[in-house]
Structures are given as C-alpha cells and as structure tokens.
C-alpha cells in the first residue's frame, strides 16, 4: 500500500522516518546480490540505450576530473567513468552492493573508491569533504531514497564552484503509483494499428510504494514519488539551477502489440549546476 509522505516539511514523525529508511535499506540489502547478477558488467538495455548516453552527454566528462557517484549500485557507471579518464568516489548505502562492486572494479580501484555511506544521513555525507568533487551523478537512484534533502543540501557543499549534478529518475509524469498502461488495436481502412498509452490517476502527491524493478527480485523495494516541482525546488532553494535535461525513449524497430517507451519517456535526466 502507498503511503504518503511530506518530508520537504518534515511533518512525517522522526521514528518513522528512521522506520521507512532502515526497511527500504534491508530490502536493498536482500536483493543486492540479484541485481548485480542480472546487471553483470554491461547493465541492461535500459542503462545502455537510455540513460548512459544521455547521462554521459550531460556530464561532458573531462580526463582528470573527480567525479562522485552516487547509489552507486555495482559500479557499472562508475567503472565507466574511470574509462572515461575520471577519478571517482562512489558510494552505496547497501554493503554488499558495494562488495560485488570492488569484486568488479579491480582493474580500477587506482581510480574509484567505494563506500558505504547513507544518502540520508548528514553525518555520512559530512566525510565527503568541501569542494571537492567537479561533478556529481546519481544513476536511477533518487526515486530509491526516502528523504533526499539532505543529499541536495550537501552536494552544494561538496560541489566546487560551477560544478554539476546529473541524475535519471523515472519520469515522474508518466510512472506514477498505480499507473495503467494501455495497448489498444484499430482497424483503419484495412490498415490494423496498435496504439500504446497509459493511465494516470494522481501526480501531486508525494508517496512511497513498493515495486519490482527486475523480475524475479528477492523482495520489493521502496520507490519514492515526488513531482517535477518538488524536485526542482529542492535544487533551486539550495542554490542550484537548471541547465540540460534529456527525456530520452526507446527507438521504435518494428510495429507490434507489445507496450514499449517510444512517444512516452520512461525517463528523465536533469542536470543542475551549483552557483
């Protein structure tokens, strides 16, 4: 069952909270080795073909630049990075999220460094140091957090001057809780047309569910919804502004029955920029 959250104004009670970010914690923890074995070194089509290319494009990676990696998962991005010519932190609040990804990293640990640190704690975030990082990028990860106020907050400490954040959500506008999707079939003038679409019944309301994001998972995890004004006016208050945003989507092949993301986005890429 949903439940509905406010923790911009901090009116859910403080037991609670800790409740709801222990037990969304624990099911990382449960499906970790899952997720890292469905996702391997390449990650899914999903990463490949949507959100590495346009995330990559918005980061503008420069060799010799610190990066930090946020909810980091098994390292896939983070290893890319280093590719690419970063120096890169990289963090997880699940444990064993991060030992599959330094057992995969080994060719790298001269460029990366892992740690287990808790996006929603202040104190975790306080030893990632001032000015430090030129970028910051957070992979599908912040629909995975409970509160990420604190997290916005210390990325602009973290941050040095004019330095970036780039992140991939679920699009909040058309991967709400409870969502329908649609495919429907037409005839027009012998021409048999298949349409795809979906169903939405709220957006404004921010609320956690549970939720299957890879099939044959150990148990469901926690999805937090929140709408494009709630994050956006998080960064803003917190002395970020919008520069580069991507509504990337699937490529469409061939006409069938199957719902895919063509004209819908699954996702959206923002990047802010620290003042």
């Given at each position: ?85 970063a120096n890169v932190v990289a963090f997880d609040y699940s444990s064993k999220m991060v030992e599959r990804a330094i057992k995969r990293s080994k060719d790298y640990l001269n460029q990366i460094e892992y740690k287990v640190i808790d996006a929603t704690n202040n104190y975790d975030l306080l030893e990632l140091g001032n000015e430090k ?143």
């Amino acid at each position: 069952m949903a439940t509905t959250f406010l923790d911009m104004k901090g009116e859910r009670k403080l037991s609670q909270w800790k409740e709801l970010i222990q037990d969304s914690k624990s099911r990382w923890e449960q499906n970790a080795e899952y997720w890292d074995d469905y996702m391997g070194e390449e990650s899914n089509r999903f990463h490949r073909e949507l959100i590495r290319p346009y995330t990559e494009k918005l980061l503008s990676i420069k060799e010799g630049q610190t990066i930090l990696d946020i909810a980091c998962g098994n390292g896939n991005f983070s290893r890319r990075l280093a590719e690419l010519g970063a120096n890169v932190v990289a963090f997880d609040y699940s444990s064993k999220m991060v030992e599959r990804a330094i057992k995969r990293s080994k060719d790298y640990l001269n460029q990366i460094e892992y740690k287990v640190i808790d996006a929603t704690n202040n104190y975790d975030l306080l030893e990632l140091g001032n000015e430090k990082y030129d970028n910051a990028v957070s992979n599908m990860g912040l629909m995975d957090i409970a509160d990420i106020t604190p997290l916005i907050n210390s990325l602009h400490k973290i941050l040095k001057p004019n330095g970036t954040f780039v992140y991939s959500i679920t699009h909040p506008c058309f991967q709400t809780p409870g969502v329908r999707k649609i495919n429907e079939s037409e005839d027009d003038n012998g021409n048999l047309i298949f349409k795809n679409s979906i169903q939405i019944s709220k957006y404004l309301t921010s609320e956690s569910y549970k939720a299957i994001g890879i099939k044959g998972q150990t148990i469901p995890h926690f999805m937090f919804h929140r709408s494009l004004s709630y994050y956006m006016n998080l960064f803003f208050e917190s002395g970020f502004v919008l520069d580069g945003v991507e509504e990337p989507s699937f490529k469409k092949e061939k006409d069938d029955n199957k719902f895919d993301w063509y004209e819908i986005p699954p996702v959206i890429i923002f990047r802010f920029r620290k003042l």
